[in-house]
């Protein structure tokens, strides 16, 4: 099918001089897909809003102490709490890390301790994009506190593309040298030889910065049932300073998609019947470098897991399998097109797709939270005084009962844990993840009361 650049959909306003001389630099007149730009918003080595030369990535946390919970009277009190602490830095990122630390790390260090024992892996874990490095700090700290035995043996490996963010991370890991090494690399390009990694690999917020594709229906054929070719590809060209919206083919990489997930459109015969149920005349974003990443993560692991942590969109019987864009700096909300290389760009990741993709690729699904926060409930329930005291530390005032916030606040998160290469799923992991969590409970109380570990 052959779409010519006179079938022009929109057009936008002017381009800063800068952005354009980079996109004529990058792609001339040529048309390019909507993952194209995305990417080169985000990763242009010039403007790219994170790896630029001018980037600087700001992320909020709740500062150098955590918040004490049981001094916040509830939720919504707790949300103003976050509004307050992120007044002075308006355009900064409120990750779950950040605003929980070291609560956060500390649910994923005891997963991972579990894990570690259960799969009789390697101790090395691997970060993909660690950001200010505050989950690798929590956990290497909370480790060395309470498992010193695995804090000796640990390696902690993160990779990541942004030479500004490593500086940070290097620094704010200092207490931790030996421990943890850096590679450059990014979730596209994972540098390792096939079936050369053991271990844990980890990721928060990755999945939804992933490269996607933009597809929109130009046509509706066969009634409720629907071929690849009811569909087009969104693209764009740089024409005098502006960036004018086009159409072109599917490109190979998300025909692939399509058609190894069925949670977008279920293969019959040779047409294909849609749970993705976009109307002629509109868009969907699909998440080809989800697919992408859990395929390359296949290639490289030997044996070990893969926990990921992320918002989400499910899907729905109105709007199908596609996934919801959001452009923003801070809290603001903004448009893409107005903002090239000016604003975080992330789309809520399709969990269901996620999961069935890593499946196809070899892992074994061990862990699948909706909403994230079950984990964190997992990891910090246990029995007993020492318990009870923990858990009673993580809810807010007045509150006996809970969820915690820990919990409360992923509410359209997901936690994804998958294993490759070990035979077997862990039945017995949320036992272990008892035990453990009663361990380091009563390690606590002891230091605590000035009782020897």
């Given at each position: 099918?052959?779409?010519?650049?006179?079938?022009v959909?929109t057009?936008?306003?002017?381009?800063s001089?800068?952005?354009?001389r980079?996109?004529?630099?990058r792609f001339?007149?040529n048309?390019f897909s909507?993952?194209?730009l995305v990417n080169?918003s985000?990763y242009d080595?010039e403007?790219g809003?994170?790896?630029?030369?001018?980037?600087e990535?700001?992320?909020f946390g709740?500062?150098?102490?955590?918040?004490v919970?049981?001094?916040?009277?509830?939720?919504s009190?707790?949300?103003?709490?976050?509004k307050?602490?992120?007044?002075?830095?308006p355009?900064?990122?409120?990750t779950?890390?950040?605003?929980?630390?070291?609560?956060?790390?500390?649910?994923?260090?005891?997963?991972?301790?579990?894990?570690?024992?259960l799969g009789?892996?390697?101790?090395?874990?691997?970060?993909?994009?660690?950001g200010?490095?505050?989950l690798?700090?929590d956990?290497l700290?909370?480790?060395?506190k309470?498992?010193?035995?695995l804090?000796?043996?640990?390696?902690?490996?993160?990779?990541?593309?942004?030479?500004?963010l490593?500086?940070?991370?290097?620094?704010?890991?200092?207490?931790?040298d030996?421990?943890?090494?850096?590679?450059?690399?990014?979730?596209?390009?994972i540098?390792f030889?096939?079936?050369?990694?053991?271990?844990?690999?980890?990721?928060?917020?990755?999945?939804?910065n992933?490269p996607?594709a933009?597809?929109?229906r130009t046509?509706?054929?066969?009634g409720?049932q629907?071929?690849?070719?009811d569909?087009?590809?969104?693209?764009?060209?740089l024409?005098?300073g502006?960036?004018i919206?086009t159409?072109?083919?599917?490109s190979?990489?998300?025909k692939?998609?399509?058609?190894?997930?069925?949670?977008l459109?279920?293969?019959?015969s040779?047409?294909i019947?849609p749970?993705?149920?976009?109307?002629?005349?509109?868009?969907?974003y699909?998440?080809?470098?989800?697919?992408?990443?859990?395929k390359?993560?296949?290639?490289?692991?030997?044996r070990?897991?893969?926990?990921s942590?992320?918002?989400?969109?499910?899907?729905?019987?109105?709007?199908?399998?596609?996934m919801?864009m959001?452009v923003h700096?801070?809290?603001?909300?903004?448009?893409?097109?107005?903002?090239i290389?000016?604003?975080?760009?992330?789309?809520?990741?399709?969990?269901?797709?996620?999961n069935?993709m890593?499946?196809?690729?070899?892992?074994?699904n061990?862990?699948?939270?909706?909403?994230?926060?079950?984990?964190?409930?997992r990891?910090f329930?246990?029995?007993?005084?020492?318990?009870?005291?923990e858990?009673?530390?993580?809810l807010?005032?007045?509150?006996?009962?809970?969820?915690?916030?820990?919990?409360?606040?992923?509410?359209?998160?997901?936690?994804?844990?998958?294993s490759?290469?070990l035979?077997?799923?862990?039945?017995n992991?949320?036992?272990k993840?008892?035990?453990?969590?009663?361990?380091?409970q009563?390690?606590?109380?002891?230091?605590?009361?000035?009782?020897?570990?």
């Amino acid at each position: 099918m052959e779409i010519t650049t006179e079938q022009v959909i929109t057009e936008k306003p002017n381009l800063s001089p800068e952005i354009a001389r980079r996109l004529e630099a990058r792609f001339g007149s040529n048309i390019f897909s909507f993952t194209d730009l995305v990417n080169f918003s985000s990763y242009d080595q010039e403007v790219g809003f994170y790896s630029g030369r001018n980037a600087e990535i700001k992320l909020f946390g709740a500062g150098d102490k955590p918040l004490v919970y049981s001094e916040i009277d509830g939720y919504s009190a707790f949300k103003e709490k976050i509004k307050e602490l992120h007044k002075d830095n308006p355009d900064a990122y409120k990750t779950p890390v950040e605003i929980h630390s070291p609560y956060y790390a500390i649910g994923v260090a005891r997963e991972m301790e579990a894990l570690f024992e259960l799969g009789n892996i390697e101790p090395i874990v691997y970060e993909i994009g660690a950001g200010r490095a505050t989950l690798a700090k929590d956990m290497l700290d909370y480790w060395k506190k309470y498992n010193p035995e695995l804090y000796k043996k640990v390696k902690y490996r993160i990779l990541d593309a942004s030479s500004k963010l490593v500086s940070t991370q290097k620094e704010r890991l200092g207490d931790h040298d030996g421990r943890v090494e850096w590679i450059e690399a990014d979730a596209r390009n994972i540098p390792f030889a096939d079936k050369s990694v053991e271990g844990i690999l980890v990721n928060t917020e990755l999945l939804d910065n992933l490269p996607t594709a933009c597809i929109k229906r130009t046509k509706q054929t066969l009634g409720k049932q629907v071929s690849l070719d009811d569909f087009v590809e969104v693209g764009y060209q740089l024409k005098d300073g502006q960036l004018i919206e086009t159409e072109m083919p599917l490109s190979d990489t998300v025909k692939a998609y399509v058609v190894e997930n069925p949670d977008l459109l279920l293969l019959q015969s040779n047409t294909i019947a849609p749970t993705i149920n976009i109307e002629v005349g509109k868009k969907g974003y699909i998440g080809v470098g989800v697919r992408n990443f859990y395929k390359e993560i296949a290639r490289v692991f030997k044996r070990g897991y893969v926990i990921s942590f992320d918002y989400c969109s499910l899907p729905t019987e109105d709007k199908g399998s596609y996934m919801e864009m959001s452009v923003h700096r801070g809290d603001k909300e903004l448009g893409l097109l107005e903002n090239i290389s000016q604003a975080d760009i992330y789309f809520s990741v399709d969990c269901w797709a996620a999961n069935h993709m890593a499946k196809s690729y070899g892992f074994e699904n061990v862990q699948f939270s909706l909403p994230e926060g079950q984990l964190f409930r997992r990891v910090f329930e246990s029995e007993g005084k020492e318990a009870e005291h923990e858990y009673r530390q993580l809810l807010f005032k007045n509150d006996k009962y809970g969820p915690p916030p820990l919990v409360a606040y992923f509410s359209n998160t997901f936690a994804l844990v998958h294993s490759i290469g070990l035979g077997s799923y862990p039945e017995n992991l949320y036992d272990k993840l008892r035990e453990i969590t009663h361990h380091h409970q009563k390690q606590q109380e002891d230091l605590t009361l000035g009782r020897s570990a």
